[in-house]
């Protein structure tokens, strides 16, 4: 029987998070594909659950699951995330979106830092990603175990879902996307596994499970 691995409180909205039939049987979950980590990650991520920070755009929650190579839940993780804005900035830094200096100074939104419950799980409110000319729509995140950083990687939506965000407010002031999944410069330099990196949206939840070896 397919062994499934879920929120404990969650509602049927929230995507669930599946163990595939083989990995059940033997009990081994395939470690998360390590991605890089891009120029704009800033160390002093404030602890919060919401990062909206008034960014306009499609809410969203996304809800991220740390487990073991044995699908074991592991409390404690610290999972930080950080993405661009409707207008593909990211807040703090130079940005490479339309406008490369709109970051600069401009607070700590789209980024937040949280510690996994018994269940592994952490959850943020915030707004689906936009884009920048170089990159497909994506979100970032680093996680670490006892203090020490054991995964950097991102996670992507699909094409479809990416087109249907873009076009509507506030995301169609910039048209669509200019780069898609299958020319995105870092998935195909870095021979990710794409179908492995994308996350599970079902109306405005996401959801996605990190496999990490302490």
């Not at 049987?25 to 919060?48: N, S």
């Not at 920048?132 to 970032?140: E, K, L, S, V």
Request: charged share 15%; glycine share 8%; net charge positive.
């Amino acid at each position: 029987m397919k062994k499934l691995i879920v929120l404990a409180t969650a509602m049927l909205a929230i995507p669930s998070f599946a163990i595939s039939p083989a990995e059940a049987a033997t009990k081994v979950c395939v470690p998360t594909q390590a991605i890089e980590e891009g120029p704009f990650y800033l160390a002093d991520t404030p602890t919060r659950s919401d990062v909206t920070d008034g960014q306009a755009g499609k809410a969203i929650t996304l809800t991220f699951k740390v487990v073991d190579s044995s699908c074991k839940a592991i409390k404690n993780a610290r999972v930080d995330i950080w993405y661009a804005n409707a207008d593909g900035i990211y807040s703090g830094v130079a940005s490479q979106g339309d406008d490369p200096g709109a970051g600069v100074n401009s607070g700590k939104f789209l980024r937040g830092t949280q510690y996994s419950n018994a269940q592994g799980i952490v959850t943020f409110k915030g707004i689906y990603p936009g884009w920048y000319p170089a990159r497909t729509i994506h979100i970032h995140q680093k996680i670490w175990v006892n203090k020490k950083q054991v995964l950097t990687t991102q996670t992507y939506f699909t094409d479809k879902q990416n087109a249907a965000v873009m076009k509507t407010s506030p995301n169609n002031k910039r048209g669509a996307q200019r780069v898609t999944n299958s020319a995105d410069m870092v998935l195909n330099r870095g021979g990710v596994n794409l179908n492995s990196a994308l996350m599970k949206l079902v109306g405005s939840n996401a959801g996605f499970t990190f496999v990490v070896s302490p």
